[in-house]
């Protein structure tokens, strides 16, 4: 058996960025369009008239300030209201892959290791832009790894379960460097005209190198354990997928081929899940919350993380303890555990434990304990 660990990881983070006022002057011009065409249907009560967003509400309700974007341009045309993605050729590398190898490439650069030590790559993400080949056999083949790949999907929990599989498969010798990769372009599956939820996602890929503990001589994270935890609901749900072809109603404006949510239900319903959940994993590994150094939770709403947080700790947590990156990011799906974590780790010394946790559509939720070594 091998101990695995964490020894690099890395942020790929697109250049554009939406502002939450720019976004919501989008979506009002958006809204009145929408109005001034259906006024007939809406003074008839056929049709609902379509509400203004606002910044102050987005802010209040989520904690996030502004979202990078793969295409910002399209996400603003209130005529068009999704992000303009460029068809790309067989021939040449897709989106996510594109966005995985800049990820990758920073976490080998961390661990101090090139593509020659890797010999298997994980990509898990909310939502995979084609069926096969594995988008990580398509990152595997641009690193030039030797190896094996592929594609794994629980949602915002991808991540975790990805390095849950990855440090399984390191300890028990089915491969020694993992790269587990999650490029999430949320802004495909998002519905920017629904008011409700216009706000919540952003894009971003992260990856995270683990390892044999033997292999590695710099700074790192050893994987103390992981558990994971699913229980079905269908209160976040996306029905896009290939069946979509065989139903008679048409696709382009079924609602329920993007992001759907009972936003309300899930923050009432997902808290309690992984606040038992993290703490049941401390017990089962012998270790108390107050034993942790620091948690880096899912970005999906700051009053979550901080109600998780508190819940976990038994306290209000201090600043720094549980690190929130969605002003900067909003939610991104699978990543925002990672980007946390890799934002907020360097100063954990020697010896201390901290958690990431990631949780979200399935219900799922996932987690790893981590022990700092810094040699
Ligand atoms: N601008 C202005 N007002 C808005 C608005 C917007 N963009 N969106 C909703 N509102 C209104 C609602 O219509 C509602 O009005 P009402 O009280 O008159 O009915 C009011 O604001 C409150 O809306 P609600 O949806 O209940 O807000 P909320 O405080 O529950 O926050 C979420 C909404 C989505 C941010 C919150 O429920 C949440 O974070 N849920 C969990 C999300 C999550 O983790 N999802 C997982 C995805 S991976």
Redesign the pocket.
């Known amino acids: 058996m091998h101990q695995p660990v964490i020894s690099g990881t890395g942020v790929f983070t697109p250049e554009e960025v939406i502002t939450n006022d720019e976004l919501?002057v989008a979506?009002n011009a958006y809204a009145d369009k929408f109005n001034a065409a259906h006024a007939d249907e809406i003074a008839a009560g056929e049709v609902a008239e379509v509400?203004?967003?606002?910044s102050?509400?987005?802010f209040?309700?989520?904690g996030i300030e502004r979202r990078h974007v793969m295409n910002k341009s399209g996400i603003l045309d209130p005529d068009r209201m999704y992000p303009t993605l460029r068809q790309r050729s067989d021939d040449e590398p897709g989106i996510m892959a594109e966005m995985a190898l800049d990820a990758c490439h920073k976490a080998l650069a961390q661990a101090g290791k090139t593509a020659a030590d890797v010999d298997a790559v994980i990509v898990a993400a909310?939502n995979l832009e084609r069926a096969y080949p594995a988008i990580a056999i398509e990152v595997q083949d641009l690193l030039g790894i030797e190896g094996f790949g592929f594609d794994l999907n629980v949602?915002?929990s991808s991540a975790t379960f990805g390095i849950q599989a990855a440090s399984d498969m390191v300890r028990a010798g089915s491969a020694k460097a993992i790269l587990v990769v999650n490029p999430e372009v949320t802004s495909g599956h998002l519905e920017w005209r629904d008011?409700?939820?216009?706000?919540?996602?952003g894009d971003v890929c992260t990856a995270t190198l683990i390892e044999r503990k033997e292999d590695v001589s710099g700074p790192h994270f050893e994987v103390v354990s992981t558990k994971c935890l699913t229980k079905f609901s269908n209160n976040?749900r996306n029905n896009n997928g290939f069946l979509r072809r065989n139903r008679p109603d048409g696709v382009a404006d079924r609602r329920d081929m993007q992001?759907m949510?009972n936003?309300?239900k899930?923050?009432k319903e997902?808290l309690p899940i992984v606040s038992k959940h993290i703490l049941s994993h401390l017990e089962d590994a012998g270790h108390s919350a107050d034993e942790l150094k620091r948690l880096w939770l899912?970005q999906?709403?700051k009053?979550?993380n901080d109600f998780i947080g508190k819940k976990v700790l038994g306290r209000v947590p201090e600043a720094g303890e549980q690190p929130n990156i969605l002003q900067e990011y909003a939610?991104t799906?699978s990543a925002g555990s990672i980007i946390a974590f890799s934002q907020y780790s360097e100063d954990i010394e020697d010896g201390e434990l901290g958690l990431i946790c990631s949780?979200?559509?399935g219900y799922s939720v996932g987690s790893v304990l981590l022990r700092r070594v810094a040699p």
């Not at 509400?51 to 606002?54: L, V």
């Open positions: 919501v979506f509400p203004q967003s606002s102050a509400f987005i209040a309700a989520s909310s949602a915002c008011r409700d939820c216009h706000f919540i996602f976040i992001f949510q936003g309300r899930v923050f997902v899912h999906a709403n009053a979550m939610n799906s949780f979200g559509a």
